[in-house]
């Protein structure tokens, strides 16, 4: 919502996005009556950044893009190389969403218990990405069950939420397209109450793919998500903090922005592919800072090798001393000067 309803800001948005080295933009598509009740109220982080004047409705109405804002946003993604994807908040922006090719559908953390959302954007057929906010491992099976029925009965079998998530051919759906986001539902959420940690929970307790969506103030924790395993990360963007609206102070602005993105590719190089081996660059200095067996005094033809007389030093071009106690008790073959390589 950090367009404020401008397609004009939406588009630069969408450059500073670009440039920022990002895969994606993500927006939210509304209908402002179709999601908010008058009746109600603001957040506490919504009052503090836009007052209590109005109400929630109020002030969410003049945050709406409306169908050929949202066709300009799609024009100028593809015209920059970067994908669109938006987050719908009812069933008649989710058919908009559908109309303009969007895969994946991003489903916010406040309706991960929107069963009938959930349904409707199963049935689709698309991937999902869900972000579990405010959200118990309970409240994430329940949907995922919910999802898991909807995909199911679009690929023409019939099973309720209860038994869809047991189903293999509903697991192996789910596997395919559904993605799980950790995320601390707070504008800016407070470090401590983050717990990364969450990411492995969800992994290990539904097998999918995780990643992170980011409301804290900075660039160090999705960066330390990332490092973590996230293979997702979601941030805000602005191109001024400072400008009305109830999500600008939790955003980083472009240059913080491409500072993280950078931060991320670092850490996603960083993480490897998990074997254990020498990298190409360790491989030179092997020679340098291993070591060989040597002579630790001289030694004569026909002198049993022992702990006294066998060394290990710098270079490693030798025998490793890992073959130590396979030399003891042999007899030197010739004489050896202090810090000569022992033979192999």
Same mark, same amino acid.
């Given at each position: 919502m950090n367009h404020n309803g401008s397609t004009e800001l939406a588009l630069s948005l969408v450059d500073a996005a670009a440039r920022a080295g990002a895969d994606a933009v993500k927006f939210q598509s509304f209908r402002s009556e179709l999601l908010i009740s008058r009746r109600a109220a603001k957040a506490?982080? !919504?009052?503090a950044t836009t007052g =209590? =004047?109005? %109400? !929630?409705?109020?002030?969410?109405?003049?945050?709406?893009l409306g169908e050929e804002g @949202?066709?300009?946003?799609v024009d100028r993604c593809r015209a920059s190389g970067i994908r669109f994807l938006s987050t719908p908040f009812d069933h008649e922006s989710l058919a908009l969403l559908v109309r303009l090719g969007v895969d994946p559908l991003k489903i916010g953390s406040g309706d991960l218990t929107n069963g009938p959302l959930l349904d409707a954007a199963a049935r689709t057929g698309r991937s999902i990405i869900l972000s579990t906010g405010m959200a118990s491992l309970g409240d994430v099976e329940? $949907?995922?069950a919910v999802i898991a029925s $909807?995909?199911? %009965? =679009?690929e023409g079998v019939e099973a309720p939420p209860g038994a869809a998530l047991a189903a293999p051919e509903a697991q192996a759906l789910l596997l395919e397209r559904v993605t799980l986001l950790h995320c601390t539902t707070e504008y800016p959420a407070p470090p401590a109450e983050v717990n990364l940690r969450a990411m492995a929970t969800l992994a290990a307790a539904f097998g999918l793919r995780v990643g992170y969506s980011d409301h804290t103030e900075g660039i160090l924790i999705p960066?330390?998500? /990332?490092?973590?395993?996230a293979?997702?990360?979601?941030? @805000?963007? /602005?191109l001024d903090r400072s400008l009305p609206g109830p999500d600008h102070r939790a955003s980083l602005d472009p240059t913080a922005f491409a500072e993280m993105v950078a931060g991320i590719r670092l850490a996603e190089a960083a993480l490897g592919d998990g074997r254990k081996v020498a990298s190409p660059s360790e491989r030179r200095n092997v020679e340098a800072a291993r070591r060989s067996l040597v002579a630790a005094r001289p030694i004569r033809r026909g002198e049993t090798f022992s702990p006294e007389?066998?060394? $290990?030093?710098?270079?490693? /071009?030798?025998v490793s001393p890992m073959r130590f106690w396979e030399y003891l008790g042999r007899v030197a073959a010739r004489d050896y000067e202090l810090d000569e390589e022992i033979d192999p």
């Open positions: 506490p982080y !919504q009052v =209590a =004047a109005e %109400s !929630q409705l109020e002030m969410v109405r003049r945050l709406e @949202h066709q300009a946003v329940a $949907a995922l $909807a995909y199911l %009965s =679009a960066v330390l998500a /990332t490092g973590l395993g293979v997702m990360i979601e941030k @805000h963007l /602005t007389n066998l060394g $290990a030093k710098r270079p490693g /071009t030798g």
